[in-house]
């Protein structure tokens, strides 16, 4: 097959446009897409400091990579990658080190923090003992409190994270199939919280196989392998469905997307944002009174001291 637009060697077949595309095209609309999300959505502008939230895996690879090849020019944006270390093993010990990789190349500082330096327990810890939720909720709230806070204390501004186009329609119908409105406007706040730095998602218009093709054409260091916990999500089997669809319908995860987006205003003003208050227990930005994190932290050690009376009986 050839390129569309150059007549080389084509790399990928893109259903949703019907265009073939060689490596260098197809790097070219990637950057293309992340670039227009970026200006649409005011992501980088002067003095920013932007924290890249860094898995090691090719989607943290690629935004920070773009991100700084994009704006080393500008020079007053600056930016840091942050790993968060869940403690999975056989998993975070591989990704790591890649992440370290690629700051290196990029000349990027680079920040590790762990559950188990924070919280206590590492996630595997946690898992073994406490199941009341599924594995992504602990990991969930935490990685986010975790990554705030560093995010927070070196004086960044913004956080990137590598979530693609899968990732956000995953989220959407995840939303609606639970039937959690609120949640689902709340993806977009519309104003700045007290002590909460602001996401960006600038992979948010690529799909999430372009963009692994992305970081192999860029060649990257990156890790491949998925985390062991997936399977069990609620999460990967919404994964799955919307897959199937965009395989018998391509352009259906553009379209949930660009649904979500038309309809996004509308659930703003049912659901208007609440001004976030501290933690009573760790200070950080939350709902009222004890945070999340901090009760599920709470949980863990009450189930932890019941688990060890239990295996000392
Ligand atoms: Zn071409
Ligand atoms: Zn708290």
Do not use: W
Request: aromatic content about 6%.
């Amino acid at each position: 097959m050839k390129c569309d637009k150059c007549g080389g060697e084509a790399v990928i077949y893109q259903r949703y446009s019907g265009m073939h595309l060689c490596g260098a095209h197809e790097i070219a609309d990637v950057e293309r897409k992340i670039k227009r999300r970026m200006r649409k959505e005011r992501m980088a502008v002067p003095s920013d400091h932007i924290a890249v939230a860094m898995s090691g895996g090719k989607d943290s690879a690629a935004v920070l990579s773009i991100l700084v090849d994009t704006f080393t020019t500008r020079s007053n944006i600056k930016f840091s990658a942050i790993t968060v270390d869940e403690g999975i093993d056989g998993y975070r010990n591989e990704s790591i080190p890649r992440a370290k990789e690629l700051c290196d190349q990029l000349g990027v500082p680079h920040h590790v923090i762990s559950f188990k330096d924070e919280i206590g327990y590492t996630l595997d810890d946690i898992l073994k003992r406490e199941r009341k939720e599924a594995s992504c909720t602990y990991c969930g709230v935490f990685r986010r409190t975790l990554l705030n806070r560093k995010a927070r204390e070196i004086g960044a501004n913004k956080v990137a994270t590598g979530h693609n186009l899968d990732d956000e329609a995953q989220v959407v119908l995840l939303n609606i199939m639970n039937g959690d409105i609120e949640r689902l406007a709340r993806l977009r706040p519309s104003r700045v919280q007290e002590g909460l730095i602001p996401r960006i998602k600038p992979l948010m218009d690529v799909p999430e196989r372009e963009i692994a093709l992305y970081a192999f054409l860029k060649k990257l260091p990156f890790h491949m392998g998925e985390c062991p916990y997936t399977s069990e999500s609620f999460r990967g089997e919404v994964k799955d469905m919307l897959n199937d669809f965009e395989a018998r319908h391509p352009g259906t995860k553009y379209s949930v997307l660009s649904g979500y987006e038309n309809m996004v205003d509308c659930l703003k003003e049912k659901y208007p944002q609440v001004p976030l208050e501290r933690c009573e227990v760790c200070g950080e930005p939350g709902i009222r009174g004890v945070c999340q994190a901090c009760k599920l932290k709470r949980r863990v050690k009450i189930d932890r001291r019941s688990g060890d009376t239990h295996s000392a009986s």
